[in-house]
Protein backbone atom coordinates (compact mmCIF):
# COMPACT_ATOMS: atom_id res chain seq x y z
CA UNK A 1 0.00 0.00 0.00
CA UNK A 2 1.58 3.34 -1.12
CA UNK A 3 0.53 7.16 -0.11
CA UNK A 4 -2.17 8.53 1.62
CA UNK A 5 -2.69 9.90 4.92
CA UNK A 6 -1.27 8.32 7.95
CA UNK A 7 -4.88 7.55 9.38
CA UNK A 8 -6.02 5.89 6.39
CA UNK A 9 -2.70 3.96 5.74
CA UNK A 10 -3.96 2.46 9.78
CA UNK A 11 -7.13 2.07 9.05
CA UNK A 12 -6.89 0.15 5.64
CA UNK A 13 -4.03 -2.19 7.10
CA UNK A 14 -6.24 -3.14 10.05
CA UNK A 15 -8.74 -3.80 7.14
CA UNK A 16 -7.14 -6.21 5.16
CA UNK A 17 -5.88 -7.91 8.00
CA UNK A 18 -9.42 -8.19 9.46
CA UNK A 19 -11.46 -8.57 6.30
CA UNK A 20 -8.88 -10.56 4.26
CA UNK A 21 -7.31 -12.41 7.52
CA UNK A 22 -3.99 -11.53 5.69
CA UNK A 23 -1.43 -8.65 6.48
CA UNK A 24 0.21 -6.06 4.10
CA UNK A 25 3.80 -6.95 3.56
CA UNK A 26 4.62 -3.27 2.72
CA UNK A 27 3.12 0.22 3.70
CA UNK A 28 4.92 3.49 1.42
CA UNK A 29 4.30 6.51 3.33
CA UNK A 30 5.72 9.75 2.00
CA UNK A 31 6.18 13.46 3.14
CA UNK A 32 5.14 12.05 6.85
CA UNK A 33 8.88 11.69 8.43
CA UNK A 34 10.55 15.13 7.72
CA UNK A 35 11.47 17.67 9.02
CA UNK A 36 7.64 19.45 9.31
CA UNK A 37 5.82 16.70 9.59
CA UNK A 38 6.55 13.09 11.90
CA UNK A 39 3.45 11.81 11.84
CA UNK A 40 4.48 8.14 10.85
CA UNK A 41 6.59 7.46 13.56
CA UNK A 42 3.25 7.34 15.83
CA UNK A 43 1.48 5.30 13.18
CA UNK A 44 4.23 3.13 12.76
CA UNK A 45 3.15 0.82 16.43
CA UNK A 46 -0.37 0.58 14.68
CA UNK A 47 0.65 -0.28 11.54
CA UNK A 48 2.72 -3.30 13.10
CA UNK A 49 0.33 -4.54 15.01
CA UNK A 50 -2.18 -5.18 12.01
CA UNK A 51 1.01 -7.57 10.94
CA UNK A 52 2.73 -4.59 8.45
CA UNK A 53 5.71 -6.45 7.85
CA UNK A 54 8.10 -3.42 6.82
CA UNK A 55 6.91 0.52 6.69
CA UNK A 56 9.00 2.56 4.25
CA UNK A 57 8.81 6.36 4.06
CA UNK A 58 9.42 8.31 0.95
CA UNK A 59 10.31 11.96 0.09
CA UNK A 60 12.59 13.31 2.76
CA UNK A 61 11.89 17.29 1.33
CA UNK A 62 8.49 16.44 1.17
CA UNK A 63 7.97 16.84 -2.71
CA UNK A 64 10.07 19.80 -2.09
CA UNK A 65 8.35 21.63 0.57
CA UNK A 66 11.26 21.76 2.15
CA UNK A 67 14.39 23.27 -0.38
CA UNK A 68 16.06 26.57 0.08
CA UNK A 69 14.14 27.96 -3.15
CA UNK A 70 10.85 27.12 -1.82
CA UNK A 71 8.27 24.78 -2.60
CA UNK A 72 7.13 24.77 -6.60
CA UNK A 73 3.80 26.52 -7.23
CA UNK A 74 2.26 23.17 -7.69
CA UNK A 75 2.95 22.11 -4.61
CA UNK A 76 -0.56 20.87 -2.97
CA UNK A 77 0.73 22.22 0.93
CA UNK A 78 -1.94 24.99 1.71
CA UNK A 79 -0.36 28.75 2.22
CA UNK A 80 -0.23 28.92 5.29
CA UNK A 81 2.23 25.66 5.64
CA UNK A 82 4.82 26.93 2.80
CA UNK A 83 4.77 30.05 4.49
CA UNK A 84 6.06 28.06 7.78
CA UNK A 85 8.16 26.10 5.79
CA UNK A 86 10.10 29.00 4.24
CA UNK A 87 10.39 30.70 7.82
CA UNK A 88 11.98 27.80 8.70
CA UNK A 89 14.43 27.25 5.48
CA UNK A 90 15.35 30.91 6.43
CA UNK A 91 16.28 29.81 9.98
CA UNK A 92 18.45 27.09 9.45
CA UNK A 93 20.26 29.34 6.24
CA UNK A 94 21.03 31.92 8.92
CA UNK A 95 22.39 29.06 10.75
CA UNK A 96 24.81 28.24 8.06
CA UNK A 97 23.43 24.55 7.00
CA UNK A 98 22.22 23.42 3.72
CA UNK A 99 18.40 22.82 4.33
CA UNK A 100 18.27 19.67 2.25
CA UNK A 101 21.48 18.20 4.01
CA UNK A 102 19.77 19.30 7.18
CA UNK A 103 16.38 17.52 6.56
CA UNK A 104 17.97 14.67 5.28
CA UNK A 105 20.29 14.09 8.49
CA UNK A 106 16.88 14.41 10.39
CA UNK A 107 15.02 11.33 8.84
CA UNK A 108 18.02 9.29 9.26
CA UNK A 109 18.44 10.76 12.97
CA UNK A 110 14.80 9.92 13.16
CA UNK A 111 13.56 6.90 11.09
CA UNK A 112 14.92 3.34 12.00
CA UNK A 113 14.06 2.03 8.36
CA UNK A 114 14.20 2.55 4.91
CA UNK A 115 14.08 6.03 3.56
CA UNK A 116 13.44 6.70 -0.34
CA UNK A 117 13.99 9.60 -2.20
CA UNK A 118 14.46 11.32 -5.36
CA UNK A 119 17.32 12.99 -6.23
CA UNK A 120 17.91 14.94 -9.41
CA UNK A 121 21.27 14.48 -9.88
CA UNK A 122 24.78 12.72 -8.68
CA UNK A 123 25.61 15.36 -6.27
CA UNK A 124 22.34 14.89 -4.36
CA UNK A 125 22.55 11.52 -3.50
CA UNK A 126 26.05 11.69 -2.73
CA UNK A 127 25.30 14.60 -0.55
CA UNK A 128 22.68 12.02 0.94
CA UNK A 129 24.81 9.42 1.39
CA UNK A 130 27.43 11.64 3.17
CA UNK A 131 24.53 13.32 5.58
CA UNK A 132 23.82 9.25 6.17
CA UNK A 133 27.30 8.49 7.41
CA UNK A 134 27.54 12.34 9.32
CA UNK A 135 24.34 10.69 11.04
CA UNK A 136 25.21 7.36 11.80
CA UNK A 137 28.61 7.96 12.91
CA UNK A 138 26.99 10.58 15.10
CA UNK A 139 28.77 13.85 13.78
CA UNK A 140 27.54 17.04 15.00
CA UNK A 141 24.30 15.33 17.00
CA UNK A 142 23.81 17.71 19.75
CA UNK A 143 23.85 20.71 17.11
CA UNK A 144 21.31 19.40 14.92
CA UNK A 145 19.16 18.37 17.90
CA UNK A 146 18.84 22.13 18.62
CA UNK A 147 18.52 23.09 15.53
CA UNK A 148 16.16 21.04 14.18
CA UNK A 149 14.05 21.67 17.61
CA UNK A 150 13.98 25.15 16.49
CA UNK A 151 13.58 25.04 13.05
CA UNK A 152 10.43 22.94 14.07
CA UNK A 153 9.94 26.10 16.46
CA UNK A 154 9.70 28.55 13.55
CA UNK A 155 6.92 26.81 11.78
CA UNK A 156 4.84 26.63 14.78
CA UNK A 157 1.54 25.08 14.34
CA UNK A 158 2.26 23.92 10.77
CA UNK A 159 4.70 21.07 12.47
CA UNK A 160 3.18 17.55 12.02
CA UNK A 161 0.48 19.18 9.52
CA UNK A 162 -0.56 17.42 6.16
CA UNK A 163 -2.22 19.14 2.92
CA UNK A 164 -5.70 17.52 2.14
CA UNK A 165 -5.06 14.06 0.06
CA UNK A 166 -6.96 14.47 -2.54
CA UNK A 167 -6.85 18.64 -2.78
CA UNK A 168 -10.11 20.11 -2.42
CA UNK A 169 -11.85 20.25 -6.28
CA UNK A 170 -10.47 16.72 -6.97
CA UNK A 171 -12.95 15.03 -8.57
CA UNK A 172 -13.12 11.10 -8.80
CA UNK A 173 -14.07 8.91 -11.57
CA UNK A 174 -17.42 8.32 -10.28
CA UNK A 175 -18.12 12.17 -10.54
CA UNK A 176 -18.04 13.27 -6.85
CA UNK A 177 -16.31 15.55 -5.91
CA UNK A 178 -13.66 16.93 -2.98
CA UNK A 179 -15.19 19.82 -1.05
Known amino acids: MIG ?62 LR ?8 PATQSQ ?13 QGHNVADT ?21 ELEDAVKMWHRVKNGIGREEDERLWKRAREVMGNEVDTMWSSPGKGWIFSDGTKVE
Open 4 to 65: LPVKVLVELAVAVKDELKTALDVVLNYSHMTLQNTTLETAVPQLYKAGVQKVFTASPLSMGL
Open 68 to 75: SAGPQPWH
Open 82 to 94: KDAVIKAVEYIEK
Open 103 to 123: CMRFVFAKWDGCVIGGWSSVK
